[in-house]
């Protein structure tokens, strides 16, 4: 119920391409969706969020796609980059439960972006 | 120094060992965080504590003590570890235990033989 499913696992993308994350979730209390990129020796950063009162949030070349019946969401990267290589980390959170601030994380996915 | 921050980035441990892990975040916030980073595995909230009060402990066995003496500060004591509990420990701070962005540390990368 409290899980998070995230895929793929791996991803190898051309410089330039479309990089695209797939997560999935059962618990419909979950009113709060954030990404999280991790770069090595580095701890996960905010790269962005949505709330599930909109389908679509943008940020320059990243884009959260959000589907709230189908209970999915997804990253798309734009015009991917060498430097967006990096560990890749959905998450979902309950605001309105009691479980203080608890993100709850899909497995990861480690983007390659080739040159 | 800005951000959250943790030390040491290396432990090597053996069994019956203590040790302590610190972190300290430069932002104000009044939540801090642990989280487990294992290979393969999401990411495990372990403690959350909220203006120095711990309000959430995960199921976290006992050899883990967490220690909130302020705002800044969080540590985690270790204390007869085993070797699955081999992994990246990392910290975070939020502004306020709720929905808001939180900020992680780079972990300490433990190792326990």
């Known amino acids: 119920q409290q899980q998070v499913k995230q895929s793929p696992q791996s991803l190898i993308v051309q410089k330039g391409g479309i990089s695209i994350i797939n997560c999935a979730y059962e618990?419909?209390?979950?009113?709060?969706f954030p990404w999280y990129q991790q770069f090595p020796g580095k701890g996960p950063a905010l790269l962005i969020a949505?709330?599930?009162?909109?389908s679509e949030k943008k940020e320059g070349r990243f884009t959260i796609s959000f589907n709230k019946s189908a209970k999915q969401f997804s990253l798309h990267i734009m015009d991917s980059q060498p430097g967006d290589s990096a560990t890749y980390f959905c998450a979902a959170v309950d605001a309105g439960g009691t479980s203080y601030g608890k993100l709850t994380f899909g497995q990861g996915t480690i983007l390659t972006v080739h040159p | 120094e800005t951000g959250v921050t943790q030390t040491p980035r290396h432990l090597v441990m053996g069994m019956t060992n203590k040790k302590s892990l610190k972190c300290e975040q430069h932002?104000?916030?009044?939540?801090m965080y642990w989280y487990k980073q294992s290979a393969k595995k999401p990411l495990e909230l372990m403690f959350v504590y909220s203006l120095e009060e711990r309000v959430e402990n995960n199921s976290v066995p006992s050899r883990f003590s967490p220690e909130c003496p302020n705002s800044s500060h969080l540590f985690l004591h270790l204390h007869t570890l085993q070797p699955e509990d081999s992994a990246l420990y990392l910290c975070?701070?939020?502004?306020?235990?709720?929905?808001?962005?939180?900020?992680f540390g780079p972990g300490t990368r433990l190792t326990v033989l």
């Open positions: 932002l104000g916030h009044n939540a």
């Open positions: 618990n419909t209390a979950f009113d709060y």
């Open positions: 975070a701070s939020s502004q306020n235990v709720m929905v808001d962005t939180q900020y």
């Open positions: 949505i709330r599930p009162d909109v």
